[in-house]
């Protein structure tokens, strides 16, 4: 099974020596101009005799075949063009018309680099009814930006493809954090069996085939019971060019996966690529019972109306997100905003921990400080708690969180029935505390489209990998497991715990008051000040804006506050790491610092928000600060981090403001900023 598995993910996919019959390709040597390689096809598409070819300089064949073509490029103006090519746009595409036999044929040609060579695909395009298909992608496009929810969203979008294309089945495959696809959404023709909420396992799309989506997010096999078209090399003793194919559209199928396609009783797929900020999201897969030829445009028109999709998923999901936030910031603001004298450490689960437990749907919720232990909901009993935060502390030390969904599967077996926990350290206080979310096992049933084993076979005398030859639902029953524990859940009940241990924090403030000076001295400075970034905490803020806002009422003083958040910051963390999350905050926090009055000053706010507190300032001063910060922020190099960009919120006192009603104009100027298309100033 081991050696299987790795001879699959070491298939050259990417270079398969052959092309599918769909069209024809011709390799070019750059600095030669000579034709290196030509599909064996070529006389059928073209008309052009291999041997009439292969080995030609390009300028010859097109000199002596100039009554062929009635319109199209100069291969120098390919070559030009191409040298302005970036990653995210590989291809140079052109149309030409050209004569067979002596009809005149329009052929698409998509050509790229790959080395000191230049491969041109030749697609044969069809006529087709261009104002009709325009007609179905506006309507179509139309009816995506209307859609409010995921599943609408999802639905509305192979709905409208698979009209476009005509294929009996098309899906949405989201993938899991173990590359296991899960179809979310699907529309198919009378008769056609159904997927919808069927599971496939990772072994189904392969990593290196994974990979290939970031090259090329379209995949078309228009039929699947064609045979490959060799490759032909110029000089066959120098041995086969290995020519990178991943660009193109007319790459033959890996044997395993055609295999498959047969198995499932598919004639023609097409695949489509949903990319978020954190890579690979999903595909849109097509299947044809038949070969089914797809014409260039209408590929194009449903890879538009998966990027259209695309953008709306991701904005209705930060939608939902912001929404989130939002009734946890209310929740963390409650520990600060407490009236009358805040709640001790150890009275904090009684108080809000049935809120906690809602929020973050969790089943039971403890809090660990100074050896005391404090829990609501169904958690394990204080003495299993001990051992858990015992052995959190033993082998996690200093402020990583933790957590599981099947605890079953780690070392901590005292859980009980409890299937899930997130554990929080609160690093403010020594020694730490802990806050933990449980959740309760779910059990549910998992269907998978045919048994999701892999099975190896062995063949010429190499392990490969069998495609199974069923997809017939088969049932898993999922022990063990409680729900998942989302990122942004992850994300925001660990702002939370930097509140609660502030909580911590000043409790032990207040026990050493009375007892030394000095440690009280570097106590209240830390209850002050943010740890990471050096600025003003959550609590200075509220104190000094307090301060101001009196000031302001008092004296008439103009006073304007910037909220400003990083724009994706998640990006940084998910992809580069925390510790670049954490670069990112220190270098903007000290960056704007510099670019402040010696009577303004920054804080910061809460994960990746900021607070600059400008007083004595106008809304127009306060604008022009904003504008300022922002394009001064936009211009530092991070080297492999990219470009980091804020989005800044801007509001003046006015009279009657409350702290909090400034803060809440202000929140609001900056999520205006954010919804703008963010790196922007709004007030």
């Not at 006529?127 to 209307?146: D, G, P, S, Y």
Request: one cysteine or more; glycine letters at 6%; aromatic letters at 6%.
């Amino acid at each position: 099974m081991d050696q299987a598995l790795k001879n699959c993910a070491d298939e050259p996919v990417h270079i398969p020596g052959a092309i599918q019959p769909a069209g024809c390709l011709l390799c070019i040597d750059e600095q030669s101009h000579r034709i290196v390689q030509v599909s064996a096809n070529l006389e059928s598409v073209l008309g052009l005799p291999v041997d009439a070819v292969l080995g030609a300089f390009l300028f010859d064949v097109l000199a002596q075949q100039s009554a062929r073509m009635e319109s199209g490029p100069t291969f120098q103006g390919m070559i030009d063009e191409l040298n302005t090519l970036s990653e995210d746009r590989p291809l140079v595409v052109h149309e030409i018309r050209w004569s067979v036999d002596g009809v005149v044929k329009v052929f698409q040609l998509s050509a790229w680099r790959y080395d000191h060579y230049v491969a041109i695909e030749v697609e044969p395009v069809p006529r087709l009814r261009q104002r009709r298909i325009l007609a179905r992608i506006n309507q179509w496009l139309a009816r995506l930006a209307e859609a409010e929810t995921r599943q609408e969203l999802l639905g509305t979008l192979v709905g409208g493809i698979r009209q476009l294309v005509g294929h009996d089945r098309v899906m949405v495959y989201q993938f899991d954090r173990d590359w296991h696809g899960t179809v979310v959404a699907e529309s198919c023709a009378e008769g056609t069996p159904s997927f919808l909420d069927h599971h496939f396992p990772a072994t189904d799309i392969p990593e290196q085939v994974r990979n290939l989506y970031s090259v090329n997010p379209v995949r078309s096999i228009p039929d699947a019971t064609a045979k490959p078209v060799p490759l032909l090399s110029c000089d066959p003793s120098a041995g086969q060019l290995p020519l990178d194919l991943s660009p193109g559209m007319l790459r033959a199928v890996s044997p395993v996966h055609l295999k498959y396609l047969a198995n499932m009783e598919v004639g023609a797929s097409l695949s489509l690529s949903i990319h978020s900020t954190d890579g690979l999201w999903g595909l849109v897969a097509c299947h044809a019972r038949q070969p089914t030829p797809l014409s260039p445009a209408l590929r194009d028109a449903a890879l538009t109306l998966v990027r259209m999709a695309t953008q709306r998923l991701f904005l209705l999901q930060e939608r939902e997100d912001a929404h989130y936030a939002r009734r946890v910031l209310e929740n963390r603001m409650l520990l600060m905003d407490h009236p009358g004298e805040m709640v001790k450490p150890y009275q904090l689960i009684d108080e809000y921990g049935e809120r906690w437990m809602d929020l973050f749907n969790a089943d039971g919720v403890a809090l660990v400080y100074q050896e005391k232990i404090s829990h609501v909901g169904n958690t394990p009993p204080a003495e299993a708690l001990s051992r858990i935060v015992s052995h959190l502390s033993d082998e996690h030390q200093g402020n990583a969180l933790w957590s599981s969904d099947c605890l079953n599967e780690t070392a901590l077996m005292d859980a009980g029935e409890l299937a899930g926990m997130l554990a929080l350290p609160l690093t403010a206080v020594s020694p730490p505390g802990w806050l933990l979310f449980f959740r309760e096992e779910q059990q549910r049933v998992r269907y998978w489209a045919g048994s999701p084993e892999p099975k190896p076979v062995v063949v010429d005398g190499r392990a490969v990998m069998n495609p199974r030859r069923s997809f017939e639902r088969w049932e898993e029953q999922m022990a063990g497991h409680s729900a998942p524990w989302r990122s942004i859940e992850i994300r925001l009940a660990r702002e939370l715990s930097e509140n609660i241990s502030i909580t911590m924090f000043i409790d032990q403030v207040d026990l050493l008051n009375e007892r030394l000076r000095r440690t009280n001295q570097y106590l209240a400075s830390l209850a002050t000040t943010d740890s990471l970034t050096d600025t003003w905490n959550r609590y200075r803020i509220e104190q000094e804006l307090e301060k101001e806002v009196a000031v302001a009422r008092r004296y008439a003083r103009p006073c304007t506050l910037l909220l400003f958040d990083i724009d994706n910051f998640k990006r940084f963390n998910d992809v580069h790491g925390h510790e670049a999350g954490d670069r990112v905050l220190k270098v903007i926090a000290h960056e704007v610092t510099g670019c402040l009055r010696e009577s303004d000053n920054l804080g910061r706010w809460g994960g990746e928000e900021f607070i600059v507190l400008a007083a004595n300032s106008t809304l127009d001063d306060g604008a022009q600060l904003a504008e300022r910060l922002r394009s001064h922020v936009e211009a530092l190099d991070f080297g492999e981090l990219g470009v980091v960009t804020i989005s800044v919120g801007v509001a003046e006192w006015r009279k009657g403001d409350t702290r909090k009603a400034l803060v809440a104009r202000a929140d609001e100027a900056m999520y205006r900023a954010k919804n703008s298309g963010r790196n922007c100033v709004r007030y």
